[in-house]
């Protein structure tokens, strides 16, 4: 297998075989290394690619199993485990937050809602003292740090991109309410029973399956803007406090550690799994997650604005509803613009769309420097909606 050529092994519908083209052609035009790419229509596989390799001097080959950090794909998960706590009526979202995690009112935060944090609108970033990366591993260090802060701007009136601080919050409110940090609440409700290869941070026994991330240090957008001082205080606090990447996702410290924001590990046929249930309208391989109810309310735009975090590299209005993005007339995730996603770091994505019954799960190891629609992915959604 060369370098340009790379096995591509799976299979694909005949009616979806532009699919399976841009998947070469992410390798051979878009410096692919390893990825696998999972779609589904109605809950039926139509998609399931794999192919390059798992490491940087490929010695690896990309398995059907082989696992990797999904980074911000991860958020969609974490969404759900609130989801079904509001489901059964144990979660209400427009509650405080500090109904449920009283430390969570310090410093004038008591009329923050469950929806902000849902909706990156809580104000909450980034922390304001330096956090180190070893502080970002530890649970009850940063939940307590993040009760104890102060917003950036005024919770519930505009976005700004939660990147490592939403599963924190969100899940601080699932184990509060549940008694379980989201990754064992997610394993007991949801990837257990359904048989869904997805875990928040990685058991050490599946460390074996995980794909070494791989990515030019100056290719890290936060990293960049701080040192060059483009960041406003909220967003050098989201997006470089501490700064993460490749080489600190590769360490058994983030694999052991629950970073819901960002160490979710899984493959392509997980992610669409994932993502599946949001697209089925809370049902997923027969089973029901979500009441059609809940489900929809994922995709409750929370109102359309340039994100405080974001808004400087989107050059663009974007809108989030209550954990996943919307598509809006930018078709981040196809042409319908109340399909929902999510992309992580440097190229991988979830997408649902309940209308046109799609699910997509796209995962890689060589990040690019993009925070959201990377080119890879765009290919793959464009190929999709091309072959309805």
């Not at 460390?207 to 100056?218: D, F, G, I």
């Not at 009441?291 to 975090?309: I, K």
Request: glycine residues 12%.
């Amino acid at each position: 297998m060369s370098e340009r050529e790379p096995q591509i092994d799976g299979h694909c519908d005949p009616r979806f075989t532009a699919v399976r083209a841009a998947f070469e052609e992410n390798f051979r035009e878009r410096q692919e290394l390893g990825a696998a790419v999972t779609v589904t229509v109605d809950g039926v596989t139509v998609a399931d690619l794999w192919g390059g390799w798992a490491d940087q001097a490929r010695t690896r080959p990309w398995e059907r199993d082989t696992l990797v950090n999904v980074w911000s794909t991860s958020k969609g998960p974490v969404a759900l485990c609130a989801h079904i706590l509001a489901d059964r009526g144990l979660l209400d979202l427009d509650a405080p937050v500090a109904v449920h995690w009283p430390e969570f009112a310090a410093a004038g935060k008591e009329k923050v809602l469950v929806r902000h944090l849902l909706s990156h609108r809580a104000g909450l970033s980034g922390l304001r003292e330096p956090h180190a990366f070893a502080e970002l591993c530890d649970w009850e260090v940063t939940t307590r740090r993040l009760a104890a802060t102060e917003p950036w701007w005024e919770p519930g009136t505009r976005s700004g991109y939660h990147a490592l601080t939403y599963g924190h919050l969100v899940g601080e409110v699932v184990r509060r309410v549940s008694g379980l940090r989201p990754g064992a609440f997610l394993a007991r409700e949801v990837t257990g029973p359904l048989g869904i290869d997805f875990a928040i941070g990685l058991p050490e026994t599946d460390a074996v399956r995980a794909a070494e991330l791989t990515h030019r240090r100056s290719a890290t957008g936060g990293e960049q803007a701080a040192l060059s001082g483009r960041l406003p205080p909220a967003a050098l606090a989201a997006l470089a406090n501490p700064v993460v990447g490749a080489a600190e996702a590769n360490t058994p410290m983030w694999r052991a550690a629950e970073i819901p924001a960002a160490n979710g590990h899984g493959t392509a046929r997980a992610v669409a799994a994932l993502y599946g249930i949001f697209a089925g309208l809370g049902t997923y391989a027969g089973r029901r997650v979500l009441s059609p109810e809940a489900a929809e309310r994922v995709r409750e735009g929370q109102g359309s604005c340039h994100d405080l975090v974001l808004g400087a590299g989107f050059r663009r209005e974007t809108e989030i509803g209550l954990g996943l993005w919307l598509s809006g007339p930018h078709g981040s995730y196809g042409p319908n613009p109340r399909a929902v996603g999510h992309d992580g770091f440097g190229g991988s994505a979830g997408l649902a769309d309940p209308e046109a019954g799609v699910s997509l799960g796209y995962v890689m190891n060589r990040m690019g420097p993009h925070i959201a629609d990377d080119p890879r992915k765009m290919a793959l959604v464009d190929a999709v909606y091309d072959a309805l």
